[in-house]
């Protein structure tokens, strides 16, 4: 059974979006849902990460690195998303030494008292993610008047209630569709570093050990231009492994890639998994 983990914005027992998360995940579906708490997390400081770490950032690591997908909910603060929930997700997005969250699929649910349910976190928390690298389901679940449809825990919104129980079989394909064969796993042995024009996997000194060098065209399409080794790393696969993480990025972002040099045809050639983000 396909295993999602469930973040939730409000650190509230009571709060609505515990509410709406508990509503959500008790609809039909072939999904298991577990919580994944994190109050319990220090504020990240990268001093920590290679000496001192703190226990709960590696529990909590391990915790998402055993799931397939995450639901997040949340309610919007102060125009953005919650400090605690954000400080989550930065210590999620530290290799160490592995990605946790590059190509995971995801689910975002926002609330609100008012009328607009949270629409600027929900973006917010698009951005924040896609930017991660996770697989961000492209629909916008926003909950408006939120005291009033999930007054006493229940939904008293018989169209929401429909919405709800077609995205949460949406969902479920979106992770079905999402998984990947083995072979084409990120296995983040390497730090990685990425800047307009290049994506570079790093050693531990910091040295580039191989590079993608890229450029920008118009309607979010992302050339190739070249795919380079370090010739002391060469025989290691690291140039799959590169584009590789390279399709987890840009499928994350909602964009897609044309590919300009040998190499990196012939990688896309044998992957039709990559179909949906490759331009002929």
Request: charge should be negative.
């Amino acid at each position: 059974m396909v295993k999602v983990g469930v973040l939730i914005g409000s650190l509230s027992v009571n709060s609505y979006s515990r509410k709406i998360a508990e509503y959500f995940t008790s609809l039909p579906s072939n999904l298991q849902f577990v919580e994944l708490k994190y109050s319990m997390l220090p504020f990240y400081n990268p001093d920590f990460e290679h000496q001192n770490t703190p226990i709960e950032w590696n529990a909590f690591r391990k915790a998402v690195d055993s799931v397939d997908a995450l639901l997040i909910v949340t309610q919007e603060y102060n125009y953005s998303l919650p400090g605690g929930l954000k400080n989550a997700l930065d210590i999620l997005s530290v290799p160490s030494p592995n990605q946790h969250l590059v190509g995971k699929p995801v689910l975002v649910i926002t609330d609100s008292a008012g009328e607009k349910g949270g629409i600027i976190a929900n973006a917010h928390l698009h951005q924040v993610l896609r930017y991660l690298g996770m697989k961000v389901m492209n629909c916008t679940i926003a909950i408006s008047n939120v005291q009033s449809v999930f007054k006493n825990g229940d939904n008293h919104d018989p169209k929401l209630a429909k919405r709800l129980r077609d995205d949460i079989k949406s969902f479920e394909q979106f992770i079905n569709e999402s998984s990947l064969s083995h072979q084409s796993c990120v296995d983040m042995t390497y730090k990685f570093s990425y800047q307009p024009g290049e994506l570079a996997l790093l050693n531990d000194d910091g040295e580039k050990i191989a590079t993608i060098e890229l450029r920008n065209l118009k309607n979010k399409i992302i050339a190739i231009e070249e795919v380079q080794v370090n010739e002391k790393y060469r025989g290691q696969g690291l140039a799959n492994e590169i584009m590789t993480l390279l399709m987890w990025l840009v499928e994350g972002a909602d964009s897609k890639l044309k590919a300009n040099c040998p190499f990196a045809k012939s990688y896309l050639e044998t992957r039709p998994q990559f179909n949906n983000i490759v331009e002929p």
